[in-house]
């Protein structure tokens, strides 16, 4: 039975590290529309070459930081988390990078951390913004 968006590893993973700071999170994406048909690897998708697609992400990102007005950033994985420090200029916002969480059985593994450690490191980062 579909529980909608909760149902996708991904967000059911994070869902879990992020109560508490329910009413205070908004959740994007930096690369936008990469799932809706065929790739499920953000790291080796074709368009992080096209030029005009990565332009546009850049500024809806950058529309969408300076609209919500976040005091902490948590990105998922490496290539946003490059992607963001590269492409925006960043204001007063703290910036946190956390393993992927659609992958936590293999990345938190790879990265020598466990769920409780993740939770730890946004409630951190979270208090000193």
């Known amino acids: 039975k579909d529980k909608g968006e909760l149902s996708r590893v ?15 999170v908004f959740l994007s994406n930096v690369f936008m529309g990469l799932r809706k048909e065929k790739y499920s690897n953000t790291e080796a998708f074709p368009e992080n ?16 930081i300076e609209m919500v007005k976040p005091r902490l950033i948590i990105t ?8 963001l420090l590269s492409n925006i200029e960043l204001k007063n916002e703290k910036v946190l990078n956390i393993p992927h969480p659609s992958m936590w059985h293999f990345n938190l593994k790879n990265s020598g951390l466990e769920k409780e450690d993740i939770k730890r490191l946004i409630s951190n980062a979270y208090n000193r913004v």
């Open 10 to 24: 991904t967000l059911r993973n994070l869902s879990e590290v992020l109560k508490g700071f329910a009413p205070q």
């Open 49 to 64: 070459l096209n030029v005009a697609y990565l332009s546009i992400c850049k500024a809806f990102l950058n529309y969408q």
């Open 76 to 83: 998922l994985g490496h290539t946003p988390h490059e992607f």
